[in-house]
Structures are given as structure tokens and as C-alpha cells.
């Protein structure tokens, strides 16, 4: 009886999130990895915003003293695993983060190296930014900052070797996702992570065509992106979302799935790592 009454008010909670949270202010927190096990330390699991309270990642490079220019930020990774890169601007303030592959591990479609995914030596590497790159290196934010605008004032996908010039700026809202950017596709609402875009997805589409990344939009504001490949990488690191056989799982975010995820052997499993910009993703991701 306590299951069943503890189920219904969660249920009550999450189908009238907006009531508890209001998903207008500002992005209260960084958390990466679905994980469908709510006992999971994997889960949700919470990132450090401000390199004052980072006890955990150390650093790896400082593309801001000492960068190719490829990318911008102090990078900084857990346990040298490349799964999560946390990317800090010059003030230490979070200001993005990337997802890395080991080369040996996956090699992408020729004509997608160095568009989306950057040759960064041993790896292939996506990335995103929380402000304006620009910034980052140049301006950097401060404490304060970090307080009255949350985790960032946008989201910005790197497609291309100049952050700049090949950065995609996501609309904050899904109103203007839809006004504005027509490739890209609305896909299915699932619960705890959002309604998902997917851009330039047809049922008829080459799957080595496939743009790894997903928006999620919750009660119409942009909450949380995914990093998505077609390789099964789970057995690099633990970050990655568990990947299953594509015609078990993909029609759940997609409202037309691309066949060759069903017919391309190459596409069979689909790794993918949420990125949240919310607390309580459990509970406000609802769509």
C-alpha cells in the first residue's frame, strides 16, 4: 500500500512538474547519464560548476594558454576517463563540456571527422558550450555570474574546427526551435529526459549521415541535449547510457525511425550520454 501510494503521488508530481518547478529559471545544475537504476551512482550523476568545488576531476589541458584553437577551456576529466570532459572558462566558472571516443574504440564517417567529431590526438571528441565561446578564454564569467544565470546562458554545439565560426546556437525555447530551424525534426517524449529534436532524421536516411547530438525541451524550455553515436561504447566507461538493439529502443525517441539503424549491422547499438541542465531530472523532465 505505501508502494502504491508513493507511486501516485510521484506520478501526480512529475505529470504537474511545472507547478513545483518552474522550468523558466535559470539551469540550476549540471548532471550527465541516464540510468534507468534509481540506486545508480552512475545516474544522474552530479558535475562540479565551479573549479572551487571540484574535488574529483582533474585537469587534463588548458585550451585557453595553450590550445590548437579547436577547442576553448580548462579541460578537466575524472580519473583520465574521456567520457566527460568538463570545460571551465578562465575564471574557473563552467562554460561547456565534450564526450570523447578513443580512437581505437570507433572511427566515425569519413565526412563527418572534423565536423562534428574534432581529431583531438588519441581521440575523436564532441563538444558543447554553456555561453557564448567567445567568452570563454577572453571575458570568463565570475561567481555571481554562476549564481544569477545558472550552469549557462545557452547551449552551443561545435560543428566544426573553429568554436566560433562552427557553432550551432540552440533556441532556448522549443517555439523557436520549431520557427526557425525546420531540419530539425521534433522526435518522442520520454519520460525523465524530454521531447527530443533529432535534425535531418528520415526513415530513409544513411545512418553514416547521422548528426550525434538530440535537443530535449520540457514544458517548452530547453533542459538537456544528448551526445549520440551509433557505436557500442559502453565498455569505455559507465557514463554512457546502457546501449540495447536499436528495433527494441529507437522508436521510443523517434517518431520516424531510420531504417538503417534496423539494416546497417554498423548502427545496431546506439551509445548516447544526457547532459541536464536541471536538478530533478526524474521529476521535471516530463516533456
Known amino acids: 500500500m505505501k508502494f502504491l501510494i508513493c507511486f501516485a503521488l510521484l506520478s501526480v508530481l512529475a505529470a504537474n512538474a511545472d507547478a513545483f518547478f518552474d522550468l523558466s529559471h535559470n ?8 540510468y534507468v537504476n534509481p540506486l545508480s551512482s552512475w545516474g544522474f ?3 562540479p560548476r565551479d573549479l572551487a568545488d571540484n574535488t574529483a576531476f582533474e585537469k587534463k589541458d588548458d585550451m585557453c594558454a595553450t590550445g590548437n584553437g579547436k577547442f576553448f577551456g580548462q579541460r578537466y576529466w575524472y580519473k583520465q576517463d574521456p567520457t566527460v570532459i568538463l570545460l571551465y572558462d578562465k575564471n574557473g566558472i563552467i562554460a ?12 566515425p564517417p569519413a565526412h563527418l571527422k572534423d565536423k562534428y567529431y574534432i581529431d583531438d590526438g588519441d581521440f575523436w571528441t564532441l563538444t558543447a558550450y554553456f555561453v557564448e565561446p ?7 564569467r565570475s561567481k555571481a555570474d554562476l549564481a544569477s544565470q545558472g550552469t549557462g546562458t545557452g547551449l552551443w554545439l561545435q560543428y566544426g574546427q573553429d568554436p566560433i565560426k562552427d557553432s550551432f546556437h540552440v533556441p532556448n ?19 525523465t529526459m524530454g521531447k527530443h529534436y533529432w535534425y535531418n532524421v528520415s526513415q530513409t536516411m544513411d545512418c553514416d549521415d547521422f548528426v550525434p547530438n538530440c535537443i530535449l525541451y520540457n514544458g517548452g524550455k530547453l533542459t538537456a541535449f544528448c551526445f549520440a553515436t551509433g557505436a557500442n561504447l559502453i565498455e569505455s566507461s559507465n557514463r554512457f547510457d546502457s546501449p540495447a538493439p536499436a528495433n527494441k529502443v529507437l522508436d521510443k525517441f523517434f517518431d520516424s525511425t531510420p531504417d538503417c539503424f534496423f539494416k546497417n549491422p554498423n548502427y545496431f547499438l546506439v551509445s548516447t550520454m544526457h547532459v541536464y541542465f536541471i536538478d530533478s531530472p526524474r521529476l521535471t523532465a516530463h516533456c
Open 27 to 34: 539551469w540550476s545544475a549540471l548532471r550527465v547519464s541516464w
Open 45 to 47: 550523476d552530479k558535475m
Open 134 to 140: 567567445s567568452t570563454i578564454c577572453t571575458e570568463g
Open 173 to 191: 525555447t522549443e517555439a523557436e526551435m520549431k520557427e526557425k530551424n525546420p531540419n530539425w525534426g521534433h522526435g518522442r517524449c520520454f519520460w
Open 96 to 107: 561547456g563540456i565534450q564526450t570523447s571516443f578513443p580512437k581505437t574504440k570507433y572511427t
